[in-house]
């Protein structure tokens, strides 16, 4: 286990509905970076947040936006909801911002029909 | 931009078949490589990595990669494979310093036949 874990762990939405994941990282880490794997593919990255603050962003819309909060837990939030939005959701925690190793939750499966 | 290449999509070994997956990457600078594992229903597990110093790195159940600078690539090894090798193995590179961030490769799925 690497203590980081994920909620939900399985989700299903309709299209143009809004979805919130959770995400608590490990003891100590103060970065949390969100991935998007979808199906056949390797993660993506969505965006990062280091001590309560986006630090990067990769090539999605704004619809996607995060917050981390004191504790360090974060959250993903997806607006109107797309079918290609379908994907399994991976959170990573790091020790610092430019840390060199990252631990993955184990992801929450969000399916939109 | 960093970019990652992994060779196969697919791999179908027998039992104590040797291992080597390639991985290519780019970037302009200097960088850390890593191979992650994804085992069914599991969440990804850093199998290895690639900071600095010798090229040759070992990583946990008997695997290994070489870091070759000229070539850019970053191949994963293991001289025997076993039935619970059956995974999802990917290739991913951060670049040095300041917000910098995992690109992963497509992956690889090997299943290995007992």
Redesign the interface.
């Known amino acids: 286990e ?1 203590g ?1 874990t994920q909620s939900p762990t399985h989700l299903i939405k309709t299209r143009g509905q809004q979805v919130t994941l959770r995400c608590s990282s490990q003891s100590g880490h103060n970065t949390v ?1 969100w ?1 998007q794997q979808a199906l ?6 969505i965006f ?1 947040y ?1 001590r309560e603050e986006e ?2 962003r ?1 090539n999605f819309p704004p619809r996607f936006s995060g917050l981390q909060f004191p504790n360090y837990s974060s959250e993903l939030n997806v607006n109107a909801l797309e079918l290609d939005d379908s994907a399994l959701y ?1 959170c ?1 925690s790091s020790l610092e ?2 840390g ?8 929450t499966r969000l399916t939109v029909v | 931009a960093q970019s ?1 290449s ?1 060779h196969n ?1 697919h791999v179908i070994l027998s039992e104590a078949a040797s291992l080597e997956l390639g991985c290519n990457y780019s970037y302009g600078g200097t960088v ?1 490589l890593f191979w ?1 594992v994804q085992y069914p229903g ?5 199998l290895l ?1 690639y ?1 600095s110093g010798d090229p040759l790195v070992k990583g946990i159940k008997g695997f290994e990669a070489e870091f070759i600078k000229s070539k850019f690539s970053f191949n994963l090894r293991k001289p025997s494979v076993q039935w619970s090798d059956t995974a999802e193995y ?1 290739c ?1 590179v ?1 670049g ?12 690889t799925m090997l299943l290995v036949s007992p």
């Open positions: 690497t980081v970076s991935y056949g593919q390797g993660p993506q990255f990062q280091y630090n990067g990769g991976l990573a911002a430019g060199t190793e990252a631990f993955f939750g184990q992801g | 990652v992994q999509h850390n992650y599991q969440h990804l597990q850093l990595k900071f990917f991913a951060k040095l310093g300041g917000y910098s961030t995992l690109t992963f490769g497509k992956g």
